[in-house]
């Protein structure tokens, strides 16, 4: 048991009774092991219990966060709201057809290959990752590679071989891994802006390599289409076959725009419609683009960085034309389909080509999560593959493979020790991991069926009605005009409704005008039966009646302050005994909560209306004398709050017009000058409004204790 005041303020409940406004943070990711981050997110929550980065912990953070894992999050019918996925790697082949491009690949990857250990030697530590870079743009398309040898050998010709500043600093100062972190957390496209734009210093006799590979990448495009294009008419006629769909809207990853581009090109001389989204693109085209694959393209190609934020639900087939090395960038991609309103089983398509480092690197790697992620869960193992931890971790393992390509098992394995440790350490670390509920499915059906939209809308009515208001009843919705005047058209009470009405307005317990009205409903109403009880631990043969009360002390403001620094509401509490015979007893008051928290009540019945009403009102009177002492004290505080914020905004405002004084220019101090006065004034006539207050005395508990009062 704790004071009056603590377990009145229980009673009343910390949202409800204070003025604070509520905050909801949504996030997949809130931690990504950073703990910093993580406890600015948690101060704007509650800045006193969480001050520093160190009083982050699982058990201070558990009663903040809900967190609900994809695969179990349901609807309030207890459905899942996610489908199952069907996900299938795809292997493309190198036919007699693609002899040049096979021969295109082998002759990048040998060039990859020399010069990563070249670069590494010679400490550039760009030119290294450039090199790898290269062989993902081998795989991903001919044109790509093309594109990019073309501008990485006009920088090499026109005589742009010297590494700027800022590259030079950070290959200097290799040791320091965060300086590239910042290169492990972009998609292929931005990394290939950042180092082919940077200019990085060429490697001995380079030029003469992507010279030769640049006339090996040309014919290739000359002699025909690319392998995995031609896979991809093939898989896009077999999906809609399978769907029975002709026209089957398809999305299409890739990270590397010149691919985007050639694949438009291609698809739509075969007469399938496209749209495109890459990073370059602004939120109107973005927008644009969506809209065009919602309502009149079948296809939808996009970068990384282009489908970052999409729902399109209304699509349920993805195809990775290239993949990026991150598996967790996999699982974002198919997370633009994969997402609540999906309506149909999710298929994702990877391609990768037969007989490459990849496709063995793949066919090691995805066996090993697969063996993680049911250990761990994808949701818990995201936490650590969505970093860029995790992006240097997989870009070692590919480049690892590349240089030898026969240790695939042992570069995998070494990855995934490295990933367990990982997980292992964020387990441990992490504020949040293990923080995960299961959705309680007759809990959801029993919220979904709960009469609270009925009482509100009740509440309202009756509220509105009753208080000089309007409100009336239309076909499935209310037109409300409140007492204060306020006009609200097309309200509704329940989510279904506002659902189904695309434009009214929901009002529920998340409304402004509805909480303010709940926080006026009393604990108790003249009328109210009230209960009958017996106590263990009082004196022999004590009758009367007990009543708990707060004494509110509200300033004289209509609505919020932008200057003042007070609180609205000041409250206090007091309990008091009233006897049989109408006498008051304090000392019995303090005696009979004193048990109350400690001891149980029998409910021995309750009095009848009248009688109940007689002695709500005897407690009532007898509160309002006793209550004048913490009346005047809360007053008396209240005052001196006055004088504080009286002292301390002089202050301000003195110090602002001083600097405003200082400042050269007229037309700037006169415009601050002004707008100092202008905030000065808000200021001055709100301290006035608050010197008035409003005293206000509400019952929170009333009993009848011992034989029931005979009136």
Request: glycine share 8%.
């Amino acid at each position: 048991g704790g004071s009056t005041e603590q377990v009145a303020r229980y009673r009343l409940g910390k949202g409800l009774a204070g003025s604070a406004p509520y905050l909801l943070l949504l996030s997949a990711t809130p931690h990504q092991g950073k703990t910093d981050a993580f406890h600015r997110l948690m101060s704007l929550l509650d800045e006193e219990a969480f001050p520093e980065p160190e009083s982050i912990s699982r058990e201070r953070v558990a009663p903040y966060v809900i967190r609900t894992e994809k695969r179990d999050a349901i609807d309030a019918n207890g459905q899942p709201l996610f489908k199952p996925r069907k996900t299938e790697t795809a292997p493309v082949a190198w036919t007699s057809r693609h002899e040049l491009q096979r021969q295109l690949y082998e002759g990048v990857t040998e060039y990859a290959r020399e010069g990563y250990n070249q670069a590494m030697r010679e400490k550039k530590r760009h030119i290294g990752f450039l090199m790898i870079l290269m062989q993902r743009l081998m795989v991903s398309s001919t044109s790509a590679i093309r594109t990019t040898l073309n501008r990485r050998l006009n920088a090499l010709t026109e005589g742009q071989i010297q590494a700027s500043r800022h590259l030079e600093s950070l290959d200097a100062g290799l040791e320091d891994a965060e300086d590239f972190e910042e290169l492990y957390d972009l998609d292929g496209q931005a990394l290939l802006d950042e180092l082919i734009g940077s200019h990085a210093a060429a490697l001995e006799s380079e030029a003469g390599e992507v010279e030769a590979l640049l006339s090996l990448a040309e014919k290739c495009e000359q002699a025909g289409t690319d392998a995995k294009a031609e896979a991809l008419i093939d898989w896009i006629y077999r999906l809609q076959a399978e769907e029975s769909d002709p026209d089957l809207k398809v999305l299409i990853f890739t990270e590397f725009v010149p691919t985007q581009g050639m694949l438009r090109v291609f698809l739509e001389a075969r007469g399938i419609s496209v749209a495109i989204l890459n990073g370059s693109m602004g939120m109107d085209e973005r927008k644009q683009a969506q809209e065009s694959f919602r309502n009149e393209c079948r296809v939808l190609i996009s970068t990384d960085a282009g489908g970052e934020g999409l729902n399109l639900q209304f699509a349920h087939v993805v195809i990775n034309y290239d993949i990026p090395w991150n598996p967790m960038r996999l699982e974002q991609r198919i997370g633009r389909v994969d997402r609540i309103g999906q309506p149909k089983v999710v298929r994702a398509i990877n391609f990768v080509f037969e007989d490459s480092v990849e496709f063995r690197v793949r066919e090691v790697l995805e066996q090993k999560l697969g063996i993680i992620f049911k250990e761990f869960g994808i949701d818990k193992t995201g936490d650590v593959l969505d970093s860029a931890n995790a992006g240097e971790m997989f870009e070692g393992m590919f480049t690892s493979a590349l240089l030898n390509p026969d240790e695939i098992e042992h570069s995998v394995e070494q990855t995934m020790k490295q990933l367990r440790e990982e997980i292992h350490h964020a387990r441990e670390s992490s504020a949040i991991y293990g923080l995960a509920e299961h959705p309680d499915a007759k809990l959801a059906e029993a919220l979904r069926s709960h009469p609270l939209p009925d009482w509100i809308e009740r509440m309202t009515v009756a509220y509105i009605a009753g208080n000089g208001g309007t409100a009336t009843h239309k076909r499935s919705w209310w037109d409300l005009e409140w007492p204060d005047g306020t006009v609200q058209r097309k309200c509704v009470f329940r989510a279904k409704d506002a659902v189904r009405l695309a434009d009214a307005t929901l009002l529920n317990l998340e409304n402004r005008k509805i909480r303010e009205l709940v926080l006026k409903l009393p604990l108790i109403v003249p009328g109210q039966p009230i209960p009958r009880i017996s106590l263990d631990g009082l004196p022999a043969g004590l009758q009367g009646s007990f009543g708990l009360f707060e004494i509110r002390v509200q300033c004289g403001l209509a609505g919020e302050t932008e200057k003042i620094r007070l609180p609205a509401i000041r409250r206090g509490f007091l309990s008091v005994f009233v006897s049989t015979d109408g006498k008051l007893f304090l000392p019995t008051a303090r005696h009979v909560w004193n048990t109350l928290q400690s001891t149980d009540p029998k409910i021995e019945g309750t009095l009848d209306n009248e009688i109940s009403h007689n002695v709500l009102h005897g407690l009532t009177t007898a509160a309002e004398t006793a209550g004048q002492k913490v009346f005047d004290a809360l007053k008396s505080r209240h005052l001196e709050a006055i004088q504080q914020e009286q002292e301390r905004g002089q202050r301000s405002f003195e110090a602002r017009q001083r600097a405003i004084e200082q400042i050269g220019l007229p037309e700037v101090r006169n415009y601050r000058r002004r707008q100092c006065e202008a905030e000065k004034g808000l200021w001055e006539s709100e301290l006035e409004q608050v010197r008035g207050i409003l005293p206000e005395i509400r019952p929170l508990l009333a009993l009848q204790i011992g034989m029931e009062r005979q009136q």
